[in-house]
């Protein structure tokens, strides 16, 4: 099985801090070379960049990214120049302070955002992610980004999401939409699963059942 049991700093909600694309993985400066290595292994890519968003550890809360591009929030020009020269994709600082990561849907064909989210942020998704972008809602939420996780593979969701909300996904990213939960019944998913096509982790705690319907969706 290509899926793993991980924590950070004993926290199983992996989610927040972590993001993995087909090409490269982000995580948390400070993270131990043992672990980081685990998590290249896991992916199986060879980029892994470290750093903080604005000092902050929470990189998948604040920021999102696909093998195109990253999307940071306000204020991270250097985290933006490090990503162009360390990783060689798009980056860009968009002038909000919405937390990106619980807001955004992404794969590499096409991105799902919050019903919220202004025409003039919408255009940045698309050039730097380089996807097709729609607004809709996931369980009637507008935290889709933390209602879901999505690979080129497949989309794992909450388990309230409407079959209206489910088909149009389906039909936007091109991928089959499944339900379930992490970490023993919880249905925000991207707290506790990161995945690309190759590999992934899951929080301690996601049971066994848990674990099961994960894999099963993302073929792994």
């Not at 799902?112 to 940045?124: A, F, S, T």
Request: proline residues 4%; hydrophobic residues 45%.
């Amino acid at each position: 099985m290509s899926l793993q049991y991980f924590q950070y700093l004993g926290n199983p909600n992996i989610g927040l801090f972590i993001i993995a694309t087909d090409d490269f993985l982000l995580v948390p400066s400070g993270i131990s070379e043992n672990k980081m290595e685990f998590l290249r292994r896991c992916f199986k890519v060879d980029k892994v960049l470290s750093l903080r968003i604005r000092g902050s550890k929470l990189l998948g809360a604040l920021s999102v990214a696909n093998s195109n591009g990253v999307l940071l929030p306000y204020g991270c020009e250097h985290e933006v120049d490090l990503i162009r020269e360390r990783l060689g994709v798009k980056a860009v600082s968009i002038q909000t302070f919405i937390s990106l990561g619980n807001r955004i849907l992404t794969n590499d064909k096409a991105a799902i955002v919050d019903p919220q989210i202004p025409e003039d942020i919408i255009h940045i998704v698309e050039e730097v992610l380089n996807v097709k972008v729609k607004r809709s809602t996931i369980a009637d939420l507008p935290y889709v980004g933390s209602s879901a996780v999505a690979s080129n593979k497949a989309v794992y969701a909450h388990p309230k999401i409407r079959r209206d909300e489910a088909l149009l996904i389906e039909d936007f990213l091109n991928v089959p939409v499944h339900t379930g939960t992490v970490i023993n019944g919880l249905p925000y998913v991207k707290l506790g699963l990161v995945v690309n096509q190759k590999g992934g982790v899951v929080g301690r705690g996601t049971s066994g059942s848990e674990l099961m319907a994960i894999s099963k969706c993302f073929s792994l």
